[in-house]
């Protein structure tokens, strides 16, 4: 106990600026996690959580044995794993270009830019979508009659989506990922830059042997989290882009907008909080599946 009060005097205010965060975990986190005894149960409001009668594994039997359980799962690993590829191929690649920028006006200009998208709403992003890919006043649509192209119906052709959803995340996140590895790339230190350009190693020669090498622990942490997310959708985009449109559904239908509309259009959340517990552990498996090969590989750059 005295060390513990030593340690609180010595850094109290570290403590108190985690404090918000640790609330935050504390209360969204760890209090509801009672309610995974509704994936188990019958759910009603009148009994609540622990009067309800038990239902055993039918929650997770109903959503098994029907023709959602492999097309959600699959869209939605499917969607995630594209996320992840090329959102990191780009912002790494963008951030390397921004650092080979020596005027730091255009370079923090450029970095603005790039982050200005992370803040629009996912409403505001279906609606650019919308004007993007309408079928009769959609820009994409126009450019391709000034081409003498045949129009294409976006929202009846579910093939395109993937690609698009895939556009859409990367032009709206790529510029917070780019302040990540920006930030490391500029903790660099310059003397290894120096020396490379004394033994006669142009700048792609010093990005590929220091720059990207130096990146590898930061690309790993960051993919890391990313894939504890995998079997979670980007809902919020994905639904104000998509809606309720069923023509879409085979590639864009992922389990957080199943879930959705299965307590929208049912109103029973059994079902649901049993999917939710299948997300919950199917990620945490995996983070610990992918984390065993990284330390394999390399045990520096593993998460714990």
Known sequence: MKGMFKEL???????????????YFLVFCYLPLPGILIAFKDYNFKDGIFGSPWAGLQNFAFYFHGDYAW?????????NANYIVFGTVIAVGFAILLNEIRKSFFRRTYQSLMFLPYFF??????????????????LVNQLRDLLRLAPVDWYSA????????VGVYVWKNTGYA??????TIVGIDDELYEA?????????????????PLLV????????????????GDFQTIYSI????????ETTDVIDTYVFRAVKNVGDISMPAAVGLYQSVCGFLFVLGCNWAVKKINNDNALF
Do not use: C, E
């Open 158 to 165: 579910p093939g395109y989506w993937v690609a698009i959803l």
């Open 217 to 232: 622990p930061t690309i790993t942490i960051v993919t890391l989290l990313a894939v504890g997310k995998i079997f979670y």
């Open 178 to 183: 780019v302040i990540l590895y920006l930030a």
């Open 71 to 79: 097309r959600t799962t699959f869209n939605t690993l499917f969607i």
């Open 121 to 138: 709403s996912a409403v505001v992003v279906g609606n650019f979508v919308y004007l993007m890919f309408s079928s009769k006043y959609g």
């Open 9 to 23: 005097r010595s850094n109290g205010w570290y403590y108190l600026m985690a404090l918000p965060g640790l609330l």
């Open 242 to 249: 998509v809606g309720d449109n069923g023509l879409l559904y």
């Open 196 to 212: 490379a350009a004394l033994d006669g190693a142009n700048r792609w020669q010093s990005i590929r042997h220091i720059t990207l």
